[in-house]
């Protein structure tokens, strides 16, 4: 077969090749390794495991030739964020501080269970330091660039950055993130990929490097839903999954007025409207009206501060207040202080808040899922957010604000692709649905895609 052809397909689709026997996993995984180190950003990965890979690639060859894969990812490659443990790599974390700290001594659970799956794991990516930003710049490892200009260098996301360049620019079938306030579905839009938050407690944490332990979630970053449904099933340690296409008529989905489009650029909302306009046509229900919900996460998180900085304090304090400190981007420093600023009773606050308004938005939705861009904005130039703190700041802020209502109420969620503004940058659509409904998320995610709502620019 034309091996060139690997770096557009799914993870299903190569799976599928192998059981037509039309290439084998010792083949695509040379491939990938060969385009990960001849490709020109050198900043999506941070090490690559390419002796565990072939042993992985070679026993994965051996059960197709017997006639005994292991699943439809059996022999798949796949890149994992580098806040995953894999026995013998360093977890940096996309920190300098961690560089050269000890090898993890075993897989994390998640990577264990996706090598029971048969995958075979090319290696560490890239991301924002300790996983804490939404545009992805990493100043000790290199930033990755968004693959979708090619004239100017433009922020790939975070905080999963080098797990979705890797993707985009065909370096590996898919990969695994993590999203603690959008940190899957950020770069999955700026990079026109499928992204899934998880529900938190869904897919165990453990072995993977903490920012917040109540808002951190494991997701993937694919090229389709059924990618993302495999790979969620694997993570989980899932025989087989039960998740078939939906049917658009009868699915109701509901649109804020408020809050998600605030600062919207006009290509992201045309895109939306455009998506959404397909899925109507196919059946869906489109209900707008203003959610008061979403309002008041806005008002508390404004006033009170954010849970995700009072936990990486207390995770993180010793470092932020020594010596080493100053090795640390500034920019990840500052955020984590913000919450040693935050008094007890803010924490109470937004805990309180978070228990009482998660039931409320169960309701407000009532069986429908909620619908907003992903993020209001296509991915910025990296050079203006390098020049101005301050204006990086206030972009993070604003690429973080849809999503991180996901993390806030705990609702999982399916960023999808709606094509290309006008200068050619991805713009995305985010479905969302309350904890533990990822079923119902991702059946309707497939009747999305194959209506086409990616086909628009």
């Not at 090319?122 to 090619?150: Q, R, V």
Request: aromatic share 4%; charged share 20%.
């Amino acid at each position: 077969m034309d091996t060139d052809r690997l770096s557009a397909l799914s993870a299903a689709a190569i799976g599928r090749l192998y059981l037509a026997g039309e290439t084998d996993p010792v083949a695509v995984t040379e491939f990938f390794l060969d385009r990960i180190r001849s490709c020109p950003d050198q900043a999506v990965f941070i090490s690559l495991t390419a002796d565990r890979a072939r042993t992985e690639a070679a026993a994965s060859a051996r059960r197709y030739r017997a006639g005994r894969p292991l699943g439809p990812l059996d022999g798949v490659p796949i890149a994992w964020k580098d806040l995953v443990d894999l026995a013998g790599t360093t977890t940096t974390a996309g920190a300098e501080v961690l560089r050269n700290a000890p090898p993890a001594k075993a897989d994390a659970p998640i990577a264990h269970s996706l090598a029971q799956a048969g995958m075979v794991s090319l290696g560490k990516t890239n991301l924002s330091e300790f996983a804490y930003s939404g545009l992805g710049l990493n100043p000790h490892y290199g930033t990755p660039a968004n693959p979708f200009d090619a004239v100017t260098p433009r922020a790939p996301g975070g905080s999963s950055s080098g797990s979705a360049v890797a993707v985009a620019r065909g370096l590996a079938p898919c990969a695994i993130g993590t999203d603690t306030g959008g940190s899957v579905r950020i770069p999955a839009a700026f990079n026109g990929l499928v992204g899934l938050k998880t529900s938190e407690g869904r897919i165990d944490k453990t072995g993977v490097f903490p920012l917040s332990r109540t808002l951190d979630t494991v997701g993937p970053l694919a090229r389709t839903v059924e990618d993302c449904i495999l790979l969620d099933a694997a993570l989980r340690r899932a025989v087989a999954t039960d998740i078939r296409r939906g049917d658009l008529a009868g699915l109701r989905i509901v649109v804020p007025e408020n809050v998600v489009f605030d600062q919207a650029e006009d290509g992201v909302i045309a895109n939306f409207e455009r998506a959404l306009a397909t899925l109507a046509a196919g059946g869906a229900r489109i209900e707008r009206r203003r959610i008061a919900i979403l309002d008041e996460v806005m008002a508390v998180g404004a006033a009170r501060g954010a849970l995700t900085a009072a936990e990486a304090y207390v995770l993180h304090r010793d470092l932020i207040e020594g010596p080493d400190a100053e090795r640390v981007d500034n920019r990840v420093v500052s955020r984590i202080l913000g919450g040693k600023r935050m008094s007890a009773y803010d924490l109470l606050a937004i805990q309180e808040m978070r228990q009482r308004l998660k039931p409320a938005m169960v309701a407000e939705l009532d069986g429908a899922l909620l619908a907003m861009p992903t993020v209001p904005h296509a991915a910025p130039e990296i050079a203006a957010l390098e020049a101005d703190v301050d204006l990086f700041h206030r972009t993070n802020v604003r690429t973080l604000r849809n999503t991180m209502i996901g993390n806030t109420l705990d609702l999982c969620g399916l960023a999808l692709p709606t094509g290309r503004d006008g200068r050619g940058l991805p713009t995305s659509l985010l479905l969302s649905a309350p904890a533990g409904a990822e079923a119902r998320l991702l059946s309707a995610g497939l009747a999305a895609e194959a209506a086409g709502i990616d086909q628009h620019a």
